[in-house]
């Protein structure tokens, strides 16, 4: 026996009311799935709850039991309701979340952690910068609670747990008078004449990655002095002093000079790399659980715009 509490809303309603079609109005439903809805509860009961007539139903002697302890299911469950709805906004705490501003995190987190505002205003969320492998850092030292990262910067000896959000693409960071600039996607062969920039210390495994399908290929990679950070790198793009290689592929539009052109290399690699919210296994803060929740139905919102399904 499975009896929903819809069901029960809908069978109280048909009883206050004496009417079907009003009870099918109050429940946003057609009078025949209505009825279905009746039919089905009453052979599920055993019993028969109404006598139906042209003009109204009432409640047989079973169905006025029937509805005194339906009400009171349904007083438990809106009590219930309330009880949870008065827990949620008196949960107070600190989240600490980190962020790679070389992609920044994706729409359907942003969204999340609005949500999550409006829902647990007690909960403070604090929001830090920091490339992946200073982030996965922080997280092992207890000074963040999750950060947004690639996982190709950690390993099961860090114990941190991880959720896949997004699938990582290079791209080529180009100016827009470059001759490059044209192309919808580019193989690292098109790459071969012209100097490269790659982060100095931050990105170090997207250098390596592009060494090695030089290496591959037979072909001699341009180096230009790395840059700094990701500001130094796009200026220096800016004034044509070569091509950046970053994940970073401008999302919001901030600089309509530069074309991140993606790597084609990048679209084909199997397995992909991921973006995760990564966490250590003993983090105990509560508010990460509602993160992950709330994350959760905002990437199946987001269906095709972009993220990997949680698994």
Avoid at 182 to 188: F, G, L, P, R, Y
Avoid at 238 to 248: A, V, Y
Avoid at 254 to 270: A, F, N, Q
Wanted: aromatic share 8%.
């Amino acid at each position: 026996m499975n009896i929903s509490i819809q069901t029960l809303r809908a069978f109280s309603f048909a009883a206050e009311t004496g009417s079907f079609t009003q009870a099918a109005r109050l429940t946003y439903m057609t009078q025949p799935a209505f009825s279905r809805l009746i039919a089905s509860f009453e052979k599920e009961m055993g019993v028969k709850l109404f006598t139906r007539t042209t003009r109204r139903v009432e409640l047989t002697q079973e169905g006025q039991l029937c509805l005194l302890r339906a009400r009171q299911i349904l007083d438990s469950y809106d009590l219930l309701l309330s009880d949870m709805e008065r827990a949620r906004h008196s949960l107070c705490g600190e989240l600490h979340v980190g962020y790679n501003p070389l992609s920044g995190p994706p729409e359907f987190l942003i969204q999340a952690l609005r949500r999550m505002g409006d829902e647990y205003p007690g909960v403070k969320v604090t929001l830090s910068r920091g490339y992946s492998y200073e982030l996965v850092s922080r997280i092992k030292n207890g000074l963040l609670d999750c950060a947004l990262v690639s996982e190709c910067y950690f390993s099961d000896s860090d114990n941190l747990k991880s959720r896949p959000l997004q699938t990582i693409f290079l791209y080529a960071l180009i100016h827009e008078k470059h001759p490059l600039a044209s192309k919808q996607e580019i193989h690292t062969r098109d790459l071969a004449p012209f100097p490269l920039i790659f982060m100095k210390d931050n990105a170090p495994l997207t250098r390596l990655a592009i060494a090695s399908r030089f290496q591959e290929l037979g072909l001699s990679m341009l180096e230009d002095v790395p840059a700094y950070d990701l500001d130094d790198m796009i200026m220096r793009v800016r004034i044509g002093s070569g091509i950046g290689i970053t994940s970073f592929s401008d999302p919001n539009h901030l600089y309509p000079d530069l074309r991140p052109i993606i790597l084609h290399e990048s679209m084909v690699r199997t397995p992909p790399s991921l973006r995760v919210l990564a966490w250590h296994k003993n983090c105990q803060n509560p508010s990460l659980e509602i993160l992950l929740h709330t994350l959760e139905k905002e990437a199946l919102q987001a269906g095709s715009a972009g993220p990997v399904p949680f698994d």
